[in-house]
């Protein structure tokens, strides 16, 4: 019944994807995002609960320059990687109910949608999702 409710609907099934998250393991996405976009998930479980968390990673480049504006040398100029939560993972009784939401992104950047089962250590669990963008115009 939970997932017939994601079946139906404006969406269509073709975009649902199914997977069986084993136990004592986790189920990653990566998911690309141009600034403005906005990201919208919904999923459901058949049995049990699950772990679900969201992270943005946005790549970082600063140039470091001298007093008088000049690029420093090579060595100066720094790329990072920021990771920022917007979800911590956490247990969603997705058996009862489907989780629904989203998010938007302030700047260029990957999702990383993970549903955890790493807690369970005798159940796996047949997760059923759907996630897209939506560019703000």
Known sequence: AVVSSLCSGEQTNSNLVSVKVGSTSSHVVHFSVK????????F?????????????????????????????????????YGVIPILPIFKVKSNISPIFG????????????TWDNSYSRFFAKDLYYRISTQTEI
């Open 35 to 42: 600034a403005g976009d906005v990201i919208t998930w919904e």
């Open 44 to 80: 459901a479980t058949l049995k049990r609960d699950i772990g679900f968390g969201i992270l943005f990673e946005c790549s970082v480049v600063e140039e470091k320059k001298c007093e008088d504006g000049e690029l420093t040398d090579v060595d100066s100029i720094t790329s990072g």
């Open 102 to 113: 989203s998010h938007e992104a302030v700047t260029d950047g990957v999702y990383v949608i």
